[in-house]
């Protein structure tokens, strides 16, 4: 169909399918910079941060069949006891100045 041998209906008909898109795509945009929206998106993404690290830091001590990997579990252990150990050696140094 060329320019020329449109009908007035027609040219109308592309007009308002035009702005029924044009619409949808302005709300879409509304929608998407939304203050709520922005913080429902923020928080989404941060509750899918903290799943993948939680599940990255449980994989590192329990293997794919629930058991506990206990040699992990001794090393952190005794990770913790250093510091620990590590923190109040420092306190009792300073404490004696």
Excluded: C
Excluded at 2 to 31: F, M, W, Y
């Amino acid at each position: 169909m060329t320019q020329a041998t449109r009908t007035r209906e027609e040219i109308e008909a592309e007009i308002d399918a035009a702005r029924q898109r044009l619409a949808a795509s302005v709300e879409g945009l509304i929608n998407q910079v939304h203050p709520k929206a922005i913080v429902a998106n923020t928080v989404a993404d941060a509750r899918q941060f903290a799943q993948g690290t939680f599940e990255q830091a449980r994989s590192q001590v329990v293997d794919e069949r629930g058991n506990l990997r206990t040699e992990r579990v001794a090393l952190l252990a005794a990770a913790v006891g250093g510091a620990v150990t590590f923190a109040l050696i420092v306190r009792s140094i300073l404490r004696g100045r």
